[in-house]
C-alpha cells in the first residue's frame, strides 16, 4: 500500500468493520493517520480488527451496534461521536446476504435483509448527519452491490436492499450539496469478503449460501474478467478510502462498480 497521509486528524465511523470489506477499510483508514470508531453486530470481529490494527490501535474505538435497531443506532452514533470529538466520514460497510429461491422465501426473511441492508444505513445516516454538518469535508460512503443493476440469482431481497442503497444515495447528494456533504456508493463484485463466506475458490464453485439446487450456469456472467478469481477486501477499501478524502472531493451523487470486469 502506498504511504499516505490522507487521514491524518479525520474522524471516521465505519459500520461492519468487525470483518470483510468494512474491516480493510477501518484498517487502511487507521494506516492512513485516522481516528476510527469501528463498529459490528459481531463483538469477537471487532476484537480481530483490534488486534489487526496493532500500533494503530490507539487511534481505534470500538462499538458493539445492531444497525437495524434505531434506539441502538440512536445511542451508538452519538457515542461513536463524542468519542471521536466529531465526525468527518462515515462508511456504511455493515449488511447481510442471504438468498433462497425467491417462491420460498418467507416474508420475515425477505425483511429481515431489507431492515439490516437498507433501513440500518438509513438510520445511520440520519443520526449521522448532524454531526457531518458540523465535520471537515464531509463525505458518506454507502454500500451498493452489483446486484444493483445486474441479474444475481436467488438474490431478489438482496438486490432490492442494494437497488434502494443506490437510489437513496443519490437522493441524500441533492439533498446535502449545498451544504457540503458528499454521498457516494461502491459497487463490489466478485470480492472476498466475510459476508460471502470462504475463499474466492471455492465461492466460483457453491456461491454465497445459494439453494442446494441452484441452477449455476446462471453465473457464467458472474465471474471476474481480471486476474483469476475474487479480489480481497482491501481492493475495495482502498477505493473507499479515496472516496471519502479530500481526493474524492469533487465526487458525489454516484456509485463506482469495482468487480474485475464481471460486468461490461
Not at 469535508?137 to 434502494?164: D, E, I
Amino acid at each position: 500500500m502506498q504511504n499516505l497521509d490522507r487521514y491524518t486528524g479525520r474522524r471516521v465511523l465505519v459500520t461492519g468493520a468487525g470483518s470483510g470489506i468494512g474491516q480493510a477499510t477501518a484498517l487502511r483508514m487507521l494506516a492512513e493517520g485516522g481516528r476510527v470508531a469501528a463498529a459490528d453486530i459481531s463483538e469477537d470481529g471487532l476484537k480481530d480488527t483490534v488486534a489487526k490494527a496493532g500500533p494503530n490501535a490507539e487511534r481505534l474505538s470500538t462499538l458493539v451496534l445492531n444497525i437495524a435497531d434505531e434506539a441502538a443506532v440512536k445511542a451508538g452514533v452519538a457515542a461513536a461521536v463524542e468519542t471521536l470529538g466529531g465526525l468527518d466520514a462515515l462508511v456504511n460497510a455493515a449488511g447481510i446476504l442471504r438468498s433462497s429461491h425467491t417462491h420460498e422465501t418467507t416474508l420475515d426473511a425477505f425483511n429481515q435483509v431489507i431492515s439490516v441492508n437498507l433501513t440500518g444505513t438509513f438510520l445511520v445516516i440520519r443520526e449521522a448527519i448532524p454531526a457531518l454538518l458540523r465535520g471537515e469535508g464531509p463525505a458518506v460512503v454507502n454500500f451498493s452491490s452489483t446486484s444493483a443493476m445486474f441479474a444475481h440469482p436467488y438474490m431478489a431481497a438482496y438486490a432490492a436492499s442494494k437497488g434502494g442503497i443506490q437510489s437513496m444515495t443519490h437522493a441524500l447528494a441533492s439533498e446535502y450539496g449545498k451544504q457540503g456533504i458528499r454521498f457516494t456508493a461502491v459497487q463490489p463484485g466478485s470480492i472476498s469478503s466475510g459476508m460471502t463466506d470462504g475463499s474466492g475458490a471455492s465461492r466460483r464453485s457453491t456461491g454465497p449460501g445459494l439453494p442446494e439446487d441452484a441452477d449455476m450456469s446462471l453465473f457464467v456472467k458472474l465471474a471476474p474478467a481480471l486476474g483469476d478469481g475474487f479480489a480481497g477486501p482491501e481492493t475495495v477499501a482502498s477505493v473507499v478510502a479515496m472516496l471519502a478524502s479530500d481526493d474524492g472531493r469533487f465526487i458525489t451523487g454516484t456509485e463506482i462498480r469495482i468487480d474485475g470486469g464481471t460486468h461490461f
